[in-house]
Nanobody, 123 residues
């Protein structure tokens, strides 16, 4: 059972930056970040293949967010720049341990989830 622990959320003004971290208890094959705002569905934000470093992003965050990993620490990061009020949400780290599976940013492409960390962006 993989444990995921997120950190780094907080409150920031529009245009500011935050970096989220997600530490996994063991090696995973692919990891991702999702977010969910009140009254909205969970949305895939970014994903990364831990071995190759290949990344994918939702259109809404391309050019502003960067996902990266430190394999020595089993940790994935989400650097968020030029934050907007519409980025306000609970952010969740997700992981998949199996090689087989979708390369999409759909929630069903991952089988382990963290508890979430809140990001609030004010005007």
């Amino acid at each position: 059972q993989v444990q995921l622990v997120e950190s780094g959320g907080g409150s920031v003004q529009a245009g500011g930056s935050l970096r989220l971290s997600c530490a996994a208890s063991e090696y995973t094959y692919r990891m991702g970040w999702f977010r969910q705002a009140p009254g909205k569905e969970r949305e895939g934000v970014a994903g990364i293949y831990v071995g190759s470093g290949a990344t994918s992003y939702a259109d809404s965050v391309k050019g502003r967010f960067t996902i990266s990993r430190d394999n020595t620490k089993n940790t994935v990061y989400l650097q968020m720049n030029s934050l907007k009020p519409e980025d306000t949400a609970m952010y969740y780290c997700a992981a998949r341990t199996s090689v087989s599976g979708s390369g999409s940013l759909r929630a069903d492409a991952f089988n382990y989830w963290g508890q979430g960390t809140q990001v609030t962006v004010s005007q």
